[in-house]
């Protein structure tokens, strides 16, 4: 064998450990693609998910509190609504919502269609109504023609809109965060410093609620185990839904992916940085209290769950018509 040759066989073993073996028996696991079955149903999903005449002023869409340039979510302590009201809840992110066993923080919506249609008949939040937004968008002939090519109908129904934004949002997933490349076998995908603040996160206990490939967004789980959360937030969590004290303060437990995004933190947004977040929930959660060093390591790791950017083209939103309703952005 020729020194050439030699050589490079020889770099070409040095490299192997950084190519090692996926990591299967972790406790979180990769994202994975995003697979689009109807592209049409996307694409018009695309457009109602920015379209501001879904809402009642004209002015606020989907992506008002969901901002997909800012990690899913609008990073307010409480949404802006209609006539700029304050929103009852901070609004988690879009992004991987998908992966979710149920949606909105008390989980009182099995899925992503389900969900779809509450912020805008919601009279704090979009404050239209199912009925306005068909007629306004019945009224809208290149929206006529989409919906019936994507339906193969001629009347536009609400389902039909909740089912398409629905699908726009199960392709907003975030794969190939470095974390996801160390867990393929990329041994250079993370620091030493990130390799043991994840190793910290699951010896601390984290990984009881955060896990899966969502690293949360799989169960529902009290705020406040070891000792009481403290907030002004009226929000009861899954009491709401089920009428049972013993679900009070029980929220779903959120995901972790793209986490530095989405400031701020929990269901009231009273933690504006990840570091107070860790101490927080080291405190309330598992009776912890880490050191800065130790906060410091687990941040680090979560910034490694930030996901590939998404590649998006904003849509060109169809012209109303002479019978379009005018939007009401200053009535009650």
Not at 12 to 17: C, D, F, N, Y
Not at 218 to 234: A, D, H, L, W
Not at 271 to 276: C, E, G, I, Y
Not at 298 to 316: D, E, Q, Y
Request: charged residues 20%; contains cysteine.
């Amino acid at each position: 064998m020729s020194r050439s040759l030699l050589l490079c066989a020889a770099a070409l073993i040095t490299a192997l450990p950084a190519l090692a073996a996926p990591l299967d028996d972790e406790p979180i696991q990769p994202i994975p693609v995003s697979r689009v079955s109807d592209p049409g149903m996307v694409e018009l999903g695309k457009k109602l998910f920015f379209d501001p005449r879904l809402s009642r002023s004209g002015l606020l869409s989907c992506n008002s509190c969901h901002n997909l340039a800012a990690g899913g979510s609008d990073n307010l302590t409480s949404s802006i609504g209609h006539r700029w009201q304050k929103g009852p809840i901070n609004a988690p992110t879009v992004l991987n919502s998908s992966l979710h066993l149920a949606q909105f923080w008390d989980g009182r919506a099995p899925d992503l269609k389900t969900q779809a249609g509450g912020p805008i008949a919601n009279p704090a939040e979009m404050a239209s109504s199912h009925a306005q937004v068909v007629t306004v968008l019945s009224s809208i002939p290149a929206y006529v023609t989409e919906f019936k090519t994507v339906f193969g109908t001629d009347a536009i129904e609400i389902e039909q809109v909740t089912r398409s934004i629905a699908a726009f949002e199960e392709t907003l997933v975030t794969p190939d965060s470095r974390f996801d490349r160390w867990l393929k076998g990329d041994a250079k995908a993370l620091t030493e410093t990130e390799r043991a603040g994840y190793q910290l996160f699951k010896d601390s206990g984290c990984v009881a609620c955060h896990n899966g490939p969502a690293v949360g967004g799989n169960s529902f789980q009290k705020m406040g185990v070891v000792e009481p959360y403290s907030t002004r937030n009226p929000s009861v969590g899954r009491m709401a839904v089920t009428g049972d004290p013993d679900d009070r303060m029980v929220f779903k437990v959120p995901s972790l992916r793209n986490v530095e995004l989405t400031a701020p933190y929990f269901h009231d947004g009273a933690a504006a940085t990840l570091t107070q977040a860790v101490e927080t929930m080291g405190r309330v959660q598992l009776g912890l209290t880490f050191t800065p060093e130790e906060k410091a390591r687990i941040v680090a790791f979560l910034k490694t769950l930030t996901g590939r950017p998404l590649a998006l083209r904003l849509p060109a939103l169809p012209p109303s018509s002479d019978t379009t309703p005018r939007p009401r952005p200053f009535e009650e």
